[in-house]
């Protein structure tokens, strides 16, 4: 047996080889393009509609579609259609080239009859064959020569003795053909010039390089390159700046300060162009910002100094001549919302309530593009500082809130907004209409319980149970139903609610369900249908803004005499129903309960991070109680009973000289039980009422 060791001379095997290689290049760029995101996609999202356009309203129309070309990837797009496009093409001369692949000898196939013939039929077939294909008497046709006449009868001839010859069948059957073992082949998938003597070391090289310094760089880059970056989006460098830099004091101007910090990565490798920019920055900001901002500006330099000015001149609204300017303060802008995420992660570690409350806020100052002390009365259109401190004169010293603005009569508001210097009539009616959509939460009750108890106990599992609805700023809601204020536990089958993963359901309704089907006309209104999807969260309206964001609601508690956080928060993404139906909804904050019995004073907080002057702080207390033991002497069945005298037992106690009934005794015995009966329900029952109580909390807004 010999083995041949063919090259790829035509190309019929290189295919092969190309499509194995783009294959493992093509699938994890492939996933990692179009695998499912793990952020909430927003460009389906409802939007608050305003026809206001901010000064630079061009700029940040540039941005965004800036980033929006960032995020299709077009470099990554074309390698993937170039890819898969030469691979469509190696499939496709797979499909079609004659590739060199072994043929399974078979000796019914060559004959053309069925597997089952028997032998007689054999060699009747083969007589109608030999008649017709045998070289004395075969008709040639078209091209065909003798030879290939020949060839065909000896394929003939040996399929019939593979078939009717008892050697030639044992090699058949051993070998799979007639002659016994056959060579074989090996196709190198590889012209042969590649391992020529002129080229060899080409090819050598250039497999080297691919396989040696180009592939590992690519699979290093990408694994280094997702270890460079927290959960959050933010490289771990910056990310480490920022942990240094935590101040348990820290209020919304030194957060500005620290956040300025995450520059680094965007500036150093362009110092050279930052010659000059810091002057320009500086002049433009200084009557806008807060005092003591320039101080410490002129305390910082090189890129945490440009970072800071541009933090400034976008809170300020502040717009340069130089367009590069303007773009960098939009990406600074936008990054230092993913900066400000990582540092409210470092914050509820350390646990510091004004820390955390800093970052918080210091989000909404980003997101509407108002510096930290400045007026929330800016969240609307067309409002201008001159206007909201004209406002603002009236009959108040600090800053006024859009809930306080709207709670004015319309004809003062008009009186105070509209005018020669200030709005128009159409100007102002936009204001009120954006004024009107904000949402604004209103916590009708809060509360806290043990789920299955009447009180808290030390140690048990409790929940802050909060009761709120959305009541946009000027509007009147209806008066809440006291039935949406209480808080009924799950029925004892919902076990989905019992572990929290979807809202309870009353025992009432969880029977309702068990023994009525709902009509078809019926099934979008009803409560228990739980499979439909709720309805997407509207955007929140935030013209200087360079990008969509959603408004998140945070809430937690911490220790007022401490003044550190003690639950962490609870963020609140979206509310179930539509917020014109002014329907209550529940919040739970669950957390373990002290280990003595007192009362626990905490401080609750409920911040939005998107809209300013809409943020919710409330003193509660908590009530621990000892849990009551059942007061009253055992029933008599808990005690172990006297065996009769005249049973085996009680025989064997009257051995041992223990008590036994008499066995006469029966009847008065069944009349003493009753009657112990009643005295012991009277027993429970006024114990049971006695110990009914619940847990009370004081809610005191601040």
């Known amino acids: 047996m010999s083995t041949d060791y063919n090259y790829d001379e035509q190309g019929q095997f290189f295919p092969y080889f190309v499509a194995t290689m783009l294959l493992l290049a093509l699938i994890p760029v492939t996933y990692s393009t179009f695998a499912p995101s793990k952020q909430t996609g927003l460009q389906n999202n409802p939007r608050i509609e305003s026809s206001f356009k901010p000064a630079d309203y061009d700029h940040i129309e540039q941005h965004k579609r800036k980033k929006r070309k960032e995020s299709r990837r077009i470099k990554r797009m ?120 002129g080229s060899k070391y080409w090819v050598l090289a250039f497999y080297g390089v691919m396989f040696g310094i180009v592939l590992p760089y690519y699979v290093g880059k990408w694994w280094y390159g997702t270890k460079r970056y ?126 955390i409350l800093a970052s918080m806020r210091i989000n909404q100052n980003l997101v509407q593009a108002i510096p930290p002390g400045g007026s929330p009365l800016l969240q609307l259109p067309y409002f201008t500082e001159a206007l909201c401190e004209k406002i603002e004169e009236f009959g108040a010293k600090d800053h006024w809130s859009i809930q306080r603005f709207m709670a004015l009569p319309d004809a003062k508001r008009r009186q105070l907004c509209v005018g020669p210097d200030a709005l128009t009539d159409a100007q102002y009616a936009e204001a009120i209409a954006i004024a009107q959509k904000i949402p604004i939460i209103r916590v009708e009750k809060t509360f806290f319980k043990v789920q299955g108890e009447k009180t808290v106990t030390p140690h048990a599992i409790c929940q802050l149970v909060i009761k709120a609805r959305v009541v946009p700023a000027g509007v009147t809601p209806p008066p809440v139903d006291p039935k949406d204020l209480e808080d009924e536990d799950p029925a004892e089958d919902d076990v989905d609610a019992l572990i929290g993963r979807t809202p309870a359901k009353s025992k009432t309704q969880t029977k309702a369900t068990a023994d009525a089907t709902i009509p078809a006309n019926e099934v979008e209104k009803s409560p228990l249908v739980t499979g439909s999807e709720p309805p997407l969260p509207t955007l929140a309206h935030a013209p200087f803004f360079p990008a969509a964001t959603l408004p998140k609601w945070h809430v937690f508690l911490a220790e007022r005499r401490t003044g550190k956080m003690i639950i962490a928060p609870m963020t609140i993404l979206q509310f179930p129903e539509a917020t014109d139906n002014f329907q209550v909804q529940t919040f739970k904050l669950q957390f373990g309960a002290p280990p003595n019995a007192g009362e626990v004073h905490f401080q609750m907080h409920l911040v939005c991070d998107a809209y300013l002057g809409t943020d919710y702080k409330a003193s509660v207390v908590l009530k621990v109680e000892e849990p009551r033991m059942f007061e009253g002497r055992p029933r008599e069945e808990d005690e172990i009973s006297e065996p009769d005298e005249d049973s085996l037992a009680g025989l064997m106690a009257t051995s041992r000289g223990q008590k036994v009934k008499k066995a006469g005794a029966h009847h008065h015995h069944h009349h003493d039980d009753s009657e112990e009966e009643e005295d012991e329900s009277d027993t429970e029952g006024e114990v049971e009422e006695g110990s009914d109580t619940d847990t009370d909390t004081d809610t005191d807004d601040e």
């Open 78 to 197: 074309i390698f993937l259609a170039t890819g898969w496009s030469l691979m469509a093409y190696m499939i496709y001369l797979i499909a079609t080239s004659s590739a060199l692949t072994p043929k399974i000898w078979d000796p019914y196939t060559i004959l053309g009859i069925s597997m089952s013939a028997s032998e007689r039929a054999i060699k009747s077939h083969y007589r109608r064959l030999s008649i017709k294909f045998h070289p004395d008497k075969v008709k040639l046709k078209g091209n065909e020569t003798m030879e290939d006449a020949n060839e065909r009868w000896v394929e003939i001839t040996k399929a019939y003795k593979a078939l009717t010859d008892e050697e030639i069948r044992r090699n058949y059957q051993e070998y799979g053909h007639p002659d016994g073992k056959q060579s074989y082949s090996i196709g190198i998938a590889l012209p042969q010039w590649t391992i020529a003597d």
């Open 230 to 355: 927290t959960k959050d989006g933010v490289l771990m460098e910056t990310a480490g700046r920022l942990f240094k830099s935590y101040e348990e004091d820290c209020d919304e101007k030194k957060a500005v300060e620290i956040l300025s910090a995450g520059g680094l990565e965007k500036f150093r490798k362009d110092e050279k162009s930052m010659e000059g920019k810091e002057h320009v920055i500086e002049s433009a900001i200084k009557d806008k910002v807060p005092y003591g901002v320039m101080s410490t500006l002129e305390k910082l330099d090189g890129w945490k100094r440009k970072t800071y000015g541009l933090l400034w001149a976008y809170l300020t609204r502040t717009k340069f001549e130089d367009p590069k300017l303007d773009a960098e303060k939009l990406d600074v802008a936008q990054d230092a919302v993913l900066w400000n995420n990582s540092l409210l992660a470092i914050n509820l570690a350390f646990a510091a309530t004004k820390p």
